[in-house]
């Protein structure tokens, strides 16, 4: 008797029987209308399988069919520009062919089959090619081009290599002979098992920043290229705002967003944004350097899992062939209880909050994927990671957060009441921190200023003197504080209002180019500096507030395109009129 039928179905959790024809992580097909899955598990009774597709109407009886691989990404050109769901189907090729719903077990191809590229080949005869080598390029967008690379675990010799020409995604550009004598047929794409990292030569040192613009972050509490950042933030506290700044500004060669249980009108939304918004430093759209992965709130749970670990390996693949590419998650938290979501239909034992024992080490698993690498051609690559995490009631001692926060070096946590107070971005200086400030320092000193570093740490002292200065005026209103100590709150102001806050709808705000921020920052300080000596020799702080200087150094940001640096002189000369008239 054929034992290899659906036994139970649970949501996305079906069981067989059979035990002895599959292997754990295989890939499966379910039931009539072929319908993917994933063996989670083998037990003396069963096999059990969760499906990334919706399972409503599916039938106990129903066979389950075997592949004999991983649950793979299909990785060639074409990913580019492109929206897929959590297992790579693409969702506007599925729309055209089924409505807008997802009709399950479509076999629409992952990638453009049809697509002819203009493929130039790289590779010679009699050369020997190991994992990772380039073979061939075409232009996969106006911003980026597609190496084609040997698939990691293969070396050979080229004994054949086609011209260069139009091809397809299965058109054969390199014969490559192993030294068993088998021959190998490469073409632009290959496949990858989304749980595996794909290996590099070597991880290097981190020294180079993920520069983004955002002045709280650049300045304050920078991520690295190959880092990874937390932004754990409450409800409508600004958390997709984050990511989509970043995605539209950091200065990542490629973008991988990944919309994880989060809704759905919120991915159509950064597609239209990004096809309009234009790349400040190409001058090309956005979309050429993005890759969207979308399973939101209303698409099958399993699939949302997977997600996580389709955009990683999309991330990897572009990593190496040397580009450096940011992903971003929104949310970590959602794909969290979609793991507790089938480990409670598996009947696990639960931890904390009902999650299962193994969240810690999924949740490092997927950031120790990042990280500045030399690839296996050779060139430099990095993957940097950003994850929002929405913890319930903003309870940053939940699991979810309290298990990322152990395996980030960049905690970027979103403050309510900075929200509520429309403080936007609404990150909570005293709570945030990046831990790559010592690696960073050498390049901001090399690249941007030889102070950067040292107004940065002048600019994050004044604020955590307010801060120990607000316990006071709590207490006991800000009246009783002596001058000196008046003029920190009056400067931390500035810093919060001028500095911190940045609005991300404003043409020259949305993102400002480092050496504005590190002159914003000298500017405050200059005030700073020249007003404490005046309030030394005793004249009130008053008399300086009245000056309106503060109020002018707020508004620089607006005041000061972001290409008329030289008008901060402005400034200097305003400060030392003003004040000298105090003398
Ligand atoms: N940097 C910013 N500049 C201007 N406005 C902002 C900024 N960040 C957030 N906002 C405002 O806050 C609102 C909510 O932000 P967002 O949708 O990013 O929050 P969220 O944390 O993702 O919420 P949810 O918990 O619902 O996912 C935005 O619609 C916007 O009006
Ligand atoms: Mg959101």
């Known amino acids: 008797m054929n034992e290899n039928i659906i036994y139970s179905i649970n949501g996305p959790v079906v069981t067989v029987r059979d035990t002895n024809a599959f292997s754990m992580m295989e890939m499966v097909y379910v039931g009539h209308k072929r319908l993917i899955g994933e063996v989670i598990s083998i037990h003396k009774e069963a096999t059990t399988i969760q499906v990334y597709e919706t399972t409503t109407g599916l039938k106990p009886g129903e066979p389950v069919q075997p592949t004999g691989g991983p649950l793979c990404a299909l990785l060639g050109p074409g990913i580019l520009s492109n929206i897929f769901d959590g297992i790579e189907r693409p969702l506007l090729d599925i729309e055209k062919a089924s409505g807008a719903f997802i009709g399950e077990g479509l076999n629409i191809p992952m990638l453009d089959e049809q697509k002819l590229w203009d493929v130039t080949v790289t590779a010679q005869v009699g050369q020997t090619l190991s994992g990772g080598e380039i073979y061939a390029t075409c232009p996969e967008t106006a911003l980026i081009e597609h190496r084609a690379m040997v698939p990691p675990d293969l070396t050979g010799e080229v004994i054949y290599a086609a011209e260069n020409g139009q091809y397809n995604l299965n058109g054969v550009l390199v014969k490559l002979r192993d030294a068993n004598g088998q021959v190998h047929n490469l073409t632009l794409c290959q496949k990858w098992p989304i749980r595996i990292p794909r290996p590099v030569k070597q991880r290097l040192p981190i020294t180079k920043p993920l520069i983004t613009g955002q002045r709280v972050i650049d300045a304050l509490f920078p991520i690295a290229k190959g880092g990874t950042a937390a932004i754990p933030g409450g409800f409508g506290t600004g958390k997709t705002m984050t990511q989509h700044q970043l995605a539209k500004w950091c200065d990542a060669d490629i973008i991988v967003y990944v919309g994880c249980g989060e809704r759905g009108n919120e991915m159509t939304q950064v597609l239209e944004e990004f096809s309009e918004l234009i790349d400040p430093k190409s001058g090309k759209p956005l979309t050429a350097r993005t890759v969207l992965i979308a399973n939101t709130s209303n698409m099958p749970v399993a699939a949302r899992e997977a997600s996580i670990y389709t955009g990683i390996t999309l991330a990897e693949y572009y990593r190496d062939m040397g580009y450096h590419v940011a992903i971003m998650a929104d949310s970590t938290s959602r794909w969290a209880e979609a793991l507790r979501e089938i480990s409670g239909r598996l009947e696990e034992m639960p931890a904390e909050e009902g999650f299962p024992a193994y969240l810690p080490s999924r949740i490092s698993q997927f950031y120790e994927r990042a990280g500045d690498m030399v690839t296996n051609c050779g060139k430099e690559g990095s993957v940097s990671i950003i994850g929002a995490v929405s ?181 200097y000369k305003e400060i030392d009129q003003k004040l000298g008239a105090l003398k």
């Open 391 to 571: 913890p319930q009631g903003a309870d940053f001692s939940e699991p979810v957060t309290q298990n990322t926060k152990r395996f980030v070096r960049c905690f970027w946590a979103l403050d309510k009441s900075l929200a509520y107070a429309r403080h936007y971005p609404a990150i909570n200086w005293n709570t945030s921190y990046s831990e790559y400030l010592d690696d960073l320092e050498k390049w901001y000193s090399k690249n941007v200023d030889r102070n950067f570093f040292k107004r940065r740490q002048e600019i994050a002292a004044l604020l955590l003197e307010e801060n120990k200065l607000m316990e006071i005026v709590k207490l006991i209103g800000s009246d009783v504080l002596p001058d000196d100590q008046k003029l920190i709150i009056e400067i931390a102001r500035v810093i919060r209002v001028g500095f911190l806050q940045q609005n991300a709808y404003h043409k020259d705000d949305t993102y400002v180019p480092l050496l504005k921020q590190l002159k914003m920052m000298e500017v405050i300080l200059y005030l700073y500096f020249q007003a404490r000596s005046l309030v030394i020799k005793g004249i009130p702080v008053s008399s300086i507030t009245e000056t309106g200087l503060f109020d002018s150094v707020v508004k620089m940001k607006y005041d000061i395109p972001n290409d008329q640096l030289e008008r901060f002189n402005e400034y």
